[in-house]
């Protein structure tokens, strides 16, 4: 059971804050519900019955935010090179609700839209996870939103060019001249 003033995150939409418990009155059924103020002035209703099966859950702690950002400074994890099989995986670490989950998403997707670019699929799995782990590092971290993100932008920038830059650099590079006759 939440209380007002609580920061939770709620899986799928991010974290936010519970500004009110209200009943209300919805297709003839009274339910209690906690009144969710999210990122960008939105708020969203969540069935007080209901929170903790789908996974509601209090924001990280300012000491699993310094873990988080850990998982963006180390290398990608393996993905499948099929595109739906990958989709599907990482849509099911974005649904677990784990922040650590959501930050390897966001950073295999952030490196491999900067190695080959992203199906317009991805794009789009990259900017919502992005904003599910910016929002619980905003409240967790007590900073601004333009504050996490460059540091989030940061240490995807540092840990791409020191594993995917340098590895890639001896790969791609013709050692020899052949010339054709």
Known sequence: MFNVGDKIVYPMHGAGTIESIEEKDILGEKQSYYILKMPGEVKVM????????????????????????????????????????????NMEKIKSGDIYEVADVVR???????????????????LNARQIL?????????SSQ????NLVDTKLSTSFTEFQHSDKADHNVVKKFIPFD
């Open 146 to 149: 333009d504050e996490v993100e």
């Open 134 to 142: 910016v929002s619980e590092l905003v409240l967790a971290d007590q």
């Open 46 to 89: 969540v069935p007080t019955a209901k929170a903790e099966d789908i996974g509601v859950r209090s924001v990280i702690d300012k000491e699993s935010a310094s873990k988080v950002f850990k998982v963006l400074e180390n290398d990608s994890t393996e993905m499948s090179m099929n595109w739906n099989k990958r989709y599907r995986d």
């Open 108 to 126: 295999n997707l952030s490196f491999k839209q900067k190695e080959k670019g992203l199906s317009t699929g991805e794009k789009k799995m990259l």
